[in-house]
DNA sequence: ACAAAAGTGTTCGCAATACACCCATGG
DNA sequence: CCATGGGTGTATTGCGAACACTTTTGT
């Protein structure tokens, strides 16, 4: 009794004041030189835990991230080849932290790109839809997630956390409203640093202490 | 290339002051003689969707029942005739309008049956887990979900829906701050109907105000 | 001096919480 | 008349929302 599926990796993260999904180019039939989330066959004795972790490996270079499961498709149709089930992850990372690290190890993708998640062409089989999935759930579960400080850097301004919170939720928000509100979270330490190598007055750093935010939401 | 996967279907329920599952009985191996949630394979050009609303049905009796997708479980040695990845749907039911349909219609089960999620015996492959996440969905989204509802009859008191609420938190609520809130919220009818059949002072009735539940989500 | 973004307080209304007693009904 | 659950109000506190100007820095 054979069983094939596959998982499939979104991958987010911001920059330059956008959400933006790591895309890959296929380099294999079917749909070959198309943009999809990265993503390939599970093996026969493989976890598909282990197997998520490996094939977001070998499709972007990036090792060591978070996925969490977002949803399984099945569509008969979905794959030209016969019906193919897929376990689509989701992970969040900073962009600081792997800009230089995107870079297939297989052949089966050519390149992997950033596009921003409002910027993104027609995608092989259903990978649009399970973008919209991620980005959904990224917003439902917003207001208890730790998944603004894993899109940012460690230091962060205060700033760079409301334009997350902005995309996310497709909306702009009150500054000062915004400030009161994450400074009566709790969970933010102020620093004694501030940014560099702008051209205009430099903002506050600041941090989140993870044990308080744990505390929270135990 | 051969693809063979289950769908899995937790149904949940409330009745006698409690979240209840419906179970049943397997009457084929592997785990024959187990109880197990409700489930089977999906056939080869069969849509899931199209699938958990067959297997359901033959597997418990129940008919037009909404299920929504909970998780994908895919362990190597879930199953012990060898991997087979299944997805887990979860559904809602009013005990009062299922009760007499509860029986399964093929040979594979040899019964079906409620059981309080707290009195829960160990289950076939990994049903359990299946339990568990579906138990932390429901409570996870409970302040904007039509949930607590779609577990009631149409007409019920206001102490059952803090039952539910209360069953689904597992914590105690108070009554006033309770009604108060639910009067709030706008999307409660009052009705001038009343409990029958209990030996003391009978409640008063309540509707949902289905549009105006989905105007406040839309 | 100008451009660009940082940073800062108050008011108002509503919602969440804590808390205890009387009422209606059936047996 | 008793047992059982039904039904009700107030005070406090904290959060969400609306709203605009001054400060700092680099060029």
Same mark, same amino acid.
């Given at each position: 009794?054979?069983?094939?599926?596959?998982?499939?990796?979104?991958?987010?993260?911001?920059?330059?004041?956008?959400?933006?999904?790591?895309?890959?180019?296929?380099?294999?039939?079917?749909?070959?030189?198309?943009?999809?989330?990265?993503?390939?066959?599970?093996?026969?004795? +493989? =976890?598909?835990?282990?197997? $998520? &972790?490996? /094939?977001?490996?070998?499709?972007?270079?990036? !090792?060591?991230?978070?996925?969490?499961?977002?949803?399984?498709?099945?569509?008969?149709?979905?794959?030209?080849?016969?019906?193919?089930?897929?376990?689509?992850?989701?992970?969040?990372?900073?962009? +600081? =932290?792997?800009?230089?690290? $995107? &870079?297939? /190890?297989?052949?089966?993708?050519?390149?992997? !790109?950033?596009?921003?998640?409002?910027?993104?062409?027609?995608?092989?089989?259903?990978?649009?839809?399970?973008?919209?999935?991620?980005?959904?759930?990224?917003?439902?579960?917003?207001?208890?997630?730790?998944?603004?400080?894993?899109?940012?850097?460690?230091?962060?301004?205060?700033?760079?956390?409301?334009?997350?919170?902005?995309?996310?939720?497709?909306?702009?928000?009150?500054?000062?409203?915004?400030?009161?509100?994450?400074?009566?979270?709790?969970?933010?330490?102020?620093?004694?640093?501030?940014?560099?190598?702008?051209?205009?007055?430099?903002?506050?750093?600041?941090?989140?202490?993870?044990?308080?935010?744990?505390?929270?939401?135990?």
């Amino acid at each position: 009794m054979l069983s094939f599926f596959t998982v499939d990796c979104l991958i987010l993260t911001f920059h330059e004041g956008q959400l933006k999904v790591l895309l890959t180019e296929r380099n294999e039939y079917p749909y070959k030189d198309w943009w999809a989330i990265p993503g390939y066959f599970v093996d026969k004795e +493989e =976890e598909m835990e282990e197997a $998520v &972790k490996r /094939i977001s490996y070998e499709n972007t270079g990036l !090792k060591d991230i978070y996925l969490e499961q977002l949803a399984a498709l099945a569509g008969v149709k979905r794959h030209p080849e016969g019906r193919i089930l897929t376990v689509a992850y989701m992970a969040l990372v900073r962009y +600081e =932290e792997v800009k230089n690290k $995107v &870079k297939p /190890i297989t052949n089966y993708m050519r390149q992997a !790109k950033w596009f921003g998640v409002n910027d993104v062409p027609e995608l092989a089989f259903d990978h649009n839809e399970i973008l919209r999935l991620g980005l959904k759930k990224l917003k439902t579960n917003l207001s208890f997630s730790f998944a603004p400080f894993e899109l940012l850097p460690e230091k962060f301004t205060l700033t760079q956390l409301q334009q997350i919170y902005e995309s996310i939720l497709g909306e702009s928000l009150d500054k000062r409203n915004f400030r009161k509100k994450m400074g009566n979270l709790g969970y933010l330490k102020e620093l004694d640093e501030y940014q560099t190598g702008v051209s205009y007055r430099a903002a506050r750093l600041y941090k989140v202490d993870k044990r308080k935010f744990a505390k929270l939401f135990a």
